[in-house]
């Protein structure tokens, strides 16, 4: 019953934020995909697209016959409040009271199948992740369906399932994991500031690769946060986290440095950058980055550029 009543919690919390949250659906024959994120340009929306595909030949080749559902819930908050989920049921019983809650949304899938129930709540999607939690469920569907409790783990919260969990995620990848990992895919509808620049993205072993026209490798990431682009210079900024990103310069080259910032920012915070130009009497090539308000004081800029990095001047 505890348990029970901790992921009821989990799905409030979750939804807490539900003015901001868009829910998206990504079906194929045997799985379906419900993806919460907090806006539409969600990069996690579209390499979850990107791996379905990869899911979806997953389960067939374990159980041609089994149907799964998933729940993806990005932490776009930072919450940090990591969560796994298995059971087996009925789909319908995996997805918060009352949803769709007025949003368009197909439920045929949900409320006619039953199969592995999996929920994962994380910052950023994991095909490993998914693919251990699916092989063990696969694998293991009569365990779970004669379990009383379900396979059930929060950051903070420890019990027998949660030791499950950790035990499926510390297991020596199997071949056929390892595989499905190891396949290239790619982005799906890759961000416009990217492909206007000939840039395309790849997902491989759980990276997200950057590449020119020629295939070269520009920048090789593990998560991605958002993309920033600098229209007067030509330059990206890559934030894989809410307090550190990369660079790409105009001629399509990065050191692959990762540039910690001093502060972070929120879910609802904005993130600016611009040149600065001789009103700021500064040199050719700097730059500012500001976070949060709309007349955000001069103290609180901060200054970049490739020679000397992350400067703070006042």
Not at 10 to 28: P, Q
Not at 170 to 199: A, C, G, H, M
Request: proline share 2%; charged share 25%; glycine share 4%.
């Amino acid at each position: 019953m505890k348990r029970t009543i901790l992921f009821l919690l989990l799905l409030t919390s979750l939804t807490a934020f539900a003015h901001e949250d868009t829910y998206k659906a990504v079906e194929k024959s045997n799985v379906h995909i419900m993806v919460q994120v907090g806006y539409e340009s969600s990069l996690e929306l579209r390499i979850v697209e990107s791996y379905a595909e990869i899911i979806n030949d997953f389960i067939k080749e374990i159980d041609s016959t089994e149907k799964v559902f998933i729940h993806f819930s990005e932490d776009y908050c930072f919450f940090n409040e990591n969560s796994f989920f298995v059971a087996y049921g009925e789909f319908k019983q995996f997805v918060p009271s009352g949803f769709p809650w007025g949003y368009k949304y197909d439920m045929k899938f949900i409320n006619t199948q039953e199969g592995i129930g999996i929920i994962i709540s994380a910052k950023y999607f994991k095909l490993k992740t998914l693919l251990q939690l699916l092989e063990f469920g696969l694998q293991n569907k009569n365990y779970l369906k004669n379990s009383k409790e379900k396979i059930f783990k929060e950051k903070k919260y420890e019990s027998e399932t949660a030791r499950v969990i950790d035990s499926i995620m510390q297991n020596k990848l199997s071949d056929l994991t390892n595989e499905y990992l190891s396949r290239k895919v790619i982005l799906n509808n890759t961000p416009k500031v990217l492909t206007d620049k000939n840039i395309q993205l790849f997902l491989h072993n759980d990276s997200i690769y950057f590449v020119d026209t020629n295939d070269s490798e520009i920048l090789r990431l593990s998560t991605i946060n958002s993309i920033s682009y600098e229209p007067q210079t030509d330059c990206l900024f890559l934030f894989n986290t809410n307090s550190s990103f990369y660079f790409i310069n105009r001629n399509l080259s990065s050191n692959q440095k990762q540039y910690d910032l001093p502060f972070s920012f929120g879910c609802l915070e904005a993130i600016w950058i611009e040149k600065a130009g001789e009103k700021y009497k500064l040199e050719k090539d700097r730059w500012f980055r500001v976070v949060v308000g709309d007349n955000p004081k001069i103290e609180d800029w901060v200054y970049f550029d490739e020679k000397n990095g992350i400067t703070k001047e006042k």
